[in-house]
């Protein structure tokens, strides 16, 4: 399964550069049409949908590359996002500090969950990292000083050079971070490691017996996970002015699930497609109806009947009909 020889298999992943760069030139340009068409809303509407991609993303990373199945990782969204307004409650503003040590309490964190859980499987594995994030949910309602139940709201946003980023620089960075995580990802997948990470997830017994280090492989994904999720968590923060124990919350774990099984597991593209088809039904089925899950739920129906690899496999399926 493992190709020492580097060449392509069906482990092989890729980005699809020249298809996609049309798609990034249009984002690159996104606030100078907005603003042109007087809608600048949109822009702080792309920006969510680039962090929750970025989220997903490293979901994506551990369910669907890895087959670790995580019922808490919206808890190290948390953290990361916890860490930037406990640091800028103290007075630490600089994105240069407070996004690499919301990054790396993210990691730790990830980390340390990871060694525990990871020595279970199945339902075990899915109950046991979701009573890690409940654990961090009641403790961070449980921290008066950081606003307890109330949440925590942040006296600004995180400085680049002295200056704080307006809500056009900010969409920048976080369509830049969601860059970086992919490419990265990207190279990770198509790495030695990542093939070993893909081969644990279709049978980690047989890959122990042929000796590869199962849980050091799983463990580092699952950190890399953290971090990426503990990124989200920064922007997530930075954009909304305010930290809440809710972005712990089971729920939200369950929201990034359904963005990954939406856009298509175990596809590079699956956590982006699955946090934009989600955010932007829920903004249009949101204006309409307060009962919007409704739509939700009939196009994850339909998605699951008709592609059941996700929107990212609707191209392959309508390629197969055709034939």
Known sequence: MVDSNNTRTSLHHTLHLRAALPVFLVLLALPQIT???HAEFYVTLATRIAIFALAASSLNLILGFGGLVSFGHAAFVGAGAYTVGILMQQGAVPAAIAWPAAMLVSAGLACLIGFISLRTQGVYFIMITLAFAQMLYYLAVSLKTYGGDDGLPLAGRNTWAGIAP???ALYYLALGALTLCLLFTQRLLNARFGQVLQGLRENPVRM???GFPVLRTQLTAFTLAGAMAGLAGTLLANQGGFV??????WSQSGMLMVMVILGGVGHLYGGVLGAAAFLLLEEVLGHTTEHWQLGLGAML???VLL???GL???RSVWTRSQA
């Not at 809440?244 to 919350?249: A, D, G, V």
Request: charged share 10%; hydrophobic share 55%; net charge negative.
């Open 35 to 37: 603003a042109a068409l």
């Open 208 to 210: 122990q017996a042929l």
């Open 307 to 309: 592609a059941p690899r």
């Open 166 to 168: 307006d809500d056009t």
């Open 301 to 303: 129906l339909a998605v």
């Open 312 to 314: 990212a496999s609707l």
């Open 244 to 249: 809440s124990p809710s972005m712990m919350q």
